[in-house]
């Protein structure tokens, strides 16, 4: 941010923006720095917002920011889902393809996979 508002950086080129873990980013009082990312980049930007939690600040975040919201929702609204399970690989570029069809291959019946 101190670089965009000395005019070093622009930010009128970004068109996707990942906001992860974004109700505890207002719990630390972020708040006022994400408003002024989200109003210096351009408005037809693609956003993403994640939260475990989604309570009423996040929600307003979301209604400012997001164009056609979609929510996924597992759980409840106000609390983690303790039935989440989280992997993360490394995988080499030209392996990727192949590892996403064998994990999507080997989800049992019923469960939902987001990726």
């Known amino acids: 941010l101190t670089m965009q508002s000395g005019k070093i950086l622009s930010l009128q080129r970004v068109s996707y923006i990942c906001l992860d873990e974004a109700d505890r980013c207002y719990d630390m009082g972020f708040a006022p720095q994400i408003s002024a990312i989200l109003s210096a980049v351009r408005p037809d930007r693609q956003t993403v917002l994640f939260s475990a939690t989604f309570p009423k600040t996040i929600e307003a975040l979301a209604r400012k920011s997001l164009k056609y ?47």
Do not use: M, W
């Open 69 to 115: 919201p979609i929510e996924v929702l597992v759980g409840g609204r106000s609390v983690a889902s303790d039935s989440i399970e989280q992997h993360a690989e490394q995988i080499e570029e030209e392996d990727k393809f192949l590892r996403l069809l064998q994990l999507l291959g080997d989800v049992d019946e019923g469960k939902k996979v987001i990726v």
